[in-house]
């Protein structure tokens, strides 16, 4: 049974846009990628001084729902282009892949949570998410990603960079 899963990506050190553009390369290799939002810059979270991000989201069709395989092949991906995991959290890092849904699942432990727990916080992930899908479902809080948006409190820069594409 197939299943979309909605990813975020971003990337705030190094060449942004190519490690943007090799985390898709490699998402491809695990299934089929639906769709691309537009690329934002963005401020960085956790108010840590640090260079401002670029950020996508991402849609993509997997043959079966496995979470925990898929965030092991994320954490790889991640690692492949020189993240160290053990990092301080909300800091700078090359690429940062998060597991915003999956289908309608459910899942909260100690090693996944989805739907990502800060999805209705973040200007960075909702506003390509309405971008791709305005009537896209969260599936714990009941509200479409245009209603969460249009409630979210956050402050951080969100600007669409119309000059930078990814074509896969």
Request: with cysteine; hydrophobic share 40%.
């Amino acid at each position: 049974m197939s299943v979309d899963a909605w990813l975020s990506m971003g990337s705030n050190v190094g060449g942004r846009l190519e490690r943007l553009r090799f985390g898709l390369q490699r998402l491809q290799q695990l299934g089929k990628i639906d769709k691309i939002s537009s690329i934002y810059e963005t401020g960085p979270w956790g108010g840590i001084d640090q260079p401002s991000f670029y950020n996508l989201v991402c849609k993509l069709t997997l043959d079966s729902c496995e979470p925990y395989r898929l965030l092991d092949k994320i954490k790889a991906i991640e690692v492949s282009v020189g993240r160290k995991l053990d990092t301080l959290r909300w800091g700078p890092r090359p690429l940062d892949l998060d597991v915003l849904l999956m289908g309608d699942m459910v899942l909260h432990d100690e090693n996944l949570t989805i739907p990502h727990p800060r999805i209705a916080e973040r200007r960075f992930v909702l506003i390509p998410l309405v971008e791709m899908d305005a009537e896209l479902m969260h599936p714990e809080l009941k509200q479409t990603m245009d209603e969460l948006l249009k409630k979210c409190k956050d402050d951080k820069k969100v600007e669409i960079r119309l000059d930078l594409r990814i074509e896969l």
